[in-house]
């Protein structure tokens, strides 16, 4: 009964209708001012009408005519974000932001920075309200009603139906589902709404950070995990969307400096936040955000920050199991401390080095052999390395490198006298068998230190560990009694069985447990390597004392030998010295000259490549730039034809608006009878002479009238001004007279007052000057022992600086005198390696003009060869010839004997010899054939004369 009597109001809220900010132009609500909508909210509300009240100031915040900010604008917002809260509407809060946004970014940043402020202030006293109210109804605090899980899981038909027939039983969570979870609920909408709104907003990166702070505090105040894993992946995409490269930003800016160290300052209050949460999955992930920020800045972080920081990650790593990290964290953190400008008192730079050290000690020491799993040491082992590598810690990072660390930066030295004393007893090489005993007190010292006292566990560990060890190395069986009475105020039983097993799987310790006899006995071939150890490192210890002992006793030979060795030493070192010195050079002149000559064949082909590419490359700009030409030109054709009419369009309209304005200011607003048009859109229609010369008869009636009333003003300021000065003149005669009489009182008494102190200070001075004339023939006496004084030593320091300068100068000379036999002999030597790189120089010349000659005599043998080649063709070719001529002759012979038996006549021969010619195949190039030389009588046909 009493929860039905009172209001629901998220009930109502979800049942009412919302408003519509998406209707239709003729839905929407037309202001002239936004005052006037703030009057009509304000009757809205007095009636119990906010939904509409909150629809008329949108329209007012989504209009185009209230683009421009003004204050009035921030009076809406305000009104309009006070519905909101009020009626728990956000959706329509974030729109309205949105709106706001875009009519300030430009204009008034400040102002956004004060709404936004102001709505989350109005969310946290609503909340605050209606947990009060839940806390009146059901009589408990609000931590116990904060048992569900998400805020943002829609209910189910299901559970409305159980809420609605639970009865009084289910009190509490008809209170959590009508009160406490919308509430929230909108509290978490209103921050994440502030943060969407911020984002990539440069100018209001300090409120995005104490927006993010609030949301932080309230997943901390009221233990909301979800919301919290929610508004770290927020953050998340915001800082991913700000620093990734987009092509439709490409004039963005990258973030500055100071952005990316304020998100820097938002992921730790966001580590800090998963910490307390106990989120370490979350911590982990944020861990890798800071990481990734790092890599971004240009300047490395505020020192105080990253010591804040590297705390944090200490007890991260502490809980998670990681002490080697956790060791690493807490030196860097003492570290930082150190580096600061004004560091912390040195009570707590002692604590902090103490912290380090003993950290270091609770890593548990490594084993010297690899594991033998190789799958899980690899996979452990990459793990170590990409933390330590995103934690900016050694990559080798280990137990024996930290203490190393430690104690070369004097941070063991600067810890507590305890703690020290506890390093010296756990990390000497040799353990004494009573550490347990020794070290009890200092554990016990230590305990009683809050921040050291975790750290007890894992120290008495690692001294059972270390006296385990030292046992194995003396003793080969061990009993279990004895080890339980040397461990009695460490560990116990059980814990020492554990603490075997853990070193013996890691081989720290080669120990097995005979629960029969009750005692610990090695394996034999561990004992038998471990004495075989002991007595190699005895006799190595051994033999370099004898050698010391035998060095010490024979020092004096010792030394004549090294000299001997030296003396011939540097003998060989010079008779060798001047051939390797010209090997030295004629290599270094083979050298360059290879150099030279790679160097021009690889400065040719590159320069071919680069040619070829070039003519490529000129070819393919020509081209591209025609076509470029080509379709610039087009389009620059079409955006001037456009652009000409936007402008006359621009120019028409810019015209119209001026003297819309112009009449509207006008005293004169009639003309002809008819009133003047002021309407913008009526002017544009017509033609432009019209409206040129409709406004000059405008202003030209506007002129003469303000004339005449210039003219009326005018005579009436005279008259005003005449009357003034004749009611103000007796006045200031009478203002001036009194003024003179005062300036002359004043006058007279000053020149009295001056007078009267000049006489004082002369008989003050009198009075001095008697007094210090009784002291003039001692201070005369003082001066003259004083500066006979200072004679004195003026001419001793004199005498000094005249023996300085000629010691000076003397040096000076023996000085330039070596230095210019130091030139000499360095000129002679330029001028020896000068001439034996001219002697090479022309050694070479002379090999490369003998190669020359030999190349020249080689060519002109193959010249010569060739020739007699050639020779020898020709004379086989005219021996043929003159073969085939021989042939030819004894045929002819043959055929003219063979007609000299037959009686043939020359007549038939030579119609023979044309038929023979007739039927021969044409030469190719035939030439005219000579008339036939009379042949001397008795010459046969066919021989040659």
């Not at 309230?218 to 998340?236: A, D």
């Not at 690899?370 to 810690?393: G, I, P």
């Not at 001066?783 to 001419?795: G, K, T």
Request: neutral net charge; aromatic residues 4%; contains cysteine.
């Amino acid at each position: 009964q009493k929860l039905s009597a009172v209001p629901c109001l998220a009930a109502r809220a979800r049942a009412a209708p919302a408003p519509n900010f998406h209707s239709e132009a003729a839905a929407m609500q037309h202001f002239a001012k936004p005052e006037n909508a703030l009057k009509r909210a304000d009757e809205l509300c007095a009636v119990n009408q906010k939904e509409r009240a909150l629809e008329a100031l949108h329209d007012v915040l989504s209009a185009k005519r209230h683009r421009t900010w003004q204050p009035a604008i921030e009076e809406v917002i305000v009104r309009y974000l006070d519905l909101c809260v009020e009626l728990r509407k956000g959706k329509a809060a974030k729109e309205g932001l949105i709106q706001y946004r875009i009519i300030c970014q430009q204009v008034n940043v400040g102002s956004m920075e004060t709404v936004l402020r102001h709505f989350m202030g109005l969310a946290e006293e609503a909340t605050k309200g209606a947990l009060e109210l839940a806390e009146k109804m059901i009589g408990e605090r609000v931590e116990s009603m904060l048992d569900f899980d998400d805020l943002e899981a829609e209910e189910t038909p299901e559970s409305l139906m159980m809420a609605t027939i639970g009865g009084s039983a289910d009190s509490k969570k008809r209170t959590d589902r009508q009160v406490v979870t919308p509430t929230l609920k909108f509290l978490w909408e209103s921050f994440r709404t502030v943060l969407d709104i911020l984002r990539n907003n440069t100018k209001l990166e300090e409120l995005y950070r104490d927006a993010a702070a609030n949301a932080f505090s309230f997943c901390l105040k009221y233990k909301r995990t979800v919301e919290f894993r929610r508004l770290c992946e927020i953050l998340r995409n915001h800082i991913t969307s700000q620093t990734k490269f987009d092509p439709k930003w490409k004039e963005r800016e990258p973030p500055t400096p100071e952005s990316l160290q304020t998100h820097l300052d938002t992921r730790f209050s966001q580590l800090a936040t998963a910490i307390e949460l106990e989120l370490w999955q979350e911590a982990y992930r944020t861990v890798e955000d800071v990481h990734l920020l790092l890599q971004q800045m240009k300047k490395p972080p505020r020192p105080s920050s990253m010591a804040a920081y590297h705390s944090q990650l200490a007890m991260i790593f502490w809980v998670a199991g990681n002490k080697l990290f956790h060791a690493y964290a807490l030196t860097t953190v003492h570290l930082t401390s150190k580096s600061l400008k004004s560091p912390p008192p040195p009570a707590e730079m002692q604590l902090l080095a103490s912290r380090a050290v003993l950290a270091a000690l609770s890593v548990a020491p490594a084993s010297p052999v690899v594991d033998v799993n190789l799958l899980e040491y690899d996979l452990e082992h990459e793990k170590t390395k990409r933390m330590a590598s995103m934690l900016a810690f050694p990559s080798s990072a280990s137990r024996v490198a930290l203490l190393s660390e430690l104690l070369a930066k004097g941070v063991v030295g600067g810890a507590m006298p305890e703690v020290s004393e506890l390093y010296q007893l756990l990390e000497r090489p040799v353990v004494p068998l009573d550490l347990a005993k020794r070290a009890q007190p200092l554990l016990a010292r230590l305990a009683e230190v809050a921040s050291l006292a975790q750290y007890d566990k894992s120290l008495k560990r690692l001294i059972a560990l270390r006296m385990l060890q030292q046992m194995e190395r003396v003793y080969v069986t061990i009993h279990v009694e004895h080890v339980k009475e040397v461990m009695s105020g460490l560990l116990t039983w059980a814990e020492i069985e554990s603490l075997i097993i853990f070193a013996t799987k890691r081989d720290m310790l080669a120990l097995r447990i005979d629960y029969k006899r009750g005692r610990l006995n090695q394996q034999p071939s561990h004992a038998d390597a471990a004495i075989t150890s002991e007595v190699r490192d005895s006799l190595f210890h051994f033999a370099a004392a004898m050698d010391e002992v035998a060095e010490q006793l024979r020092a004096a030979d010792i030394a004549r030998r090294k000299a001997e060795l030296r003396a011939e030493l540097y003998l060989r070192l010079e008779a060798g010295m001047s051939e390797e010195h010209e090997k030295i050079l004629s290599r270094r002149l083979i050298i360059e000259r290879r150099k030279e000559e790679a160097e021009r064949l690889s400065m040719e082909e590159e320069k071919e490549r680069a040619r070829l590419k070039l003519i490529a490359q000129k070819k393919e700009e020509a081209e591209e730039r025609e076509r470029l030409a080509t379709e610039a030109r087009r389009r620059d054709r079409e955006r001037e034809e456009r652009e000409r009419k936007e402008e006359e369009a621009a120019q028409m309209r810019k015209l119209a608006e001026q003297m819309a304005e112009q009449r509207k200011a006008m005293k004169v607003t009639k003309k002809k009878g008819e009133k003047a048009e002021t309407n913008v859109d009526k002017l544009v229609e017509k033609d432009r002479n019209e409206l040129m010369r409709e406004q000059r008869a405008l202003m030209l009636d506007e002129r003469t009238e303000f004339e005449k009333r210039l003219e009326l003003m005018g005579k009436r300021h005279d008259h005003l001004e005449r009357a003034r000065r004749e009611e103000e003149r007796p006045l200031l005669l009478a203002a001036r007279e009194e003024q003179q009489a005062a300036d002359k009182r004043a006058h007279e008494a000053h020149v009295a007052a001056v007078a009267l102190q000049m006489k004082e200070t002369r008989a003050h001075g009198l009075r001095e000057k008697a007094r210090f004339a009784r002291m003039g023939a001692h201070a005369e006496a003082f001066s003259s022992r004083l500066m006979a004084a200072r004679r004195e030593a003026h001419v001793a320091v004199l005498d000094a600086w005249h023996a300085a300068q000629r010691e000076r100068k003397e040096a000076a000379r023996l000085e330039k005198a070596r230095a210019e036999a130091e030139e000499r002999a360095r000129e002679a030597a330029l001028e020896a390696a000068r001439r034996e790189a001219e002697e090479e120089e022309a050694r070479r010349i002379l090999e490369a003009q003998e190669a020359a000659r030999k190349a020249k005599e080689e060519e002109e043998e193959r010249q010569r060869v060739l020739e007699r080649q050639k020779a020898r063709e020709r004379e086989m070719e005219d021996k043929a010839k003159e073969q085939q001529r021989l042939a030819e002759l004894e045929r002819q012979t043959a055929k003219l004997r063979e007609r000299e038996l037959k009686g043939t006549s020359w007549a038939l021969d030579d119609d023979e010899e044309e038929e023979e010619a007739a039927a021969a195949p044409a030469p190719e190039e035939p030439k005219e054939r000579a008339p036939p030389a009379e042949r001397p009588f008795g010459e046969r046909r066919g021989e040659r004369p």
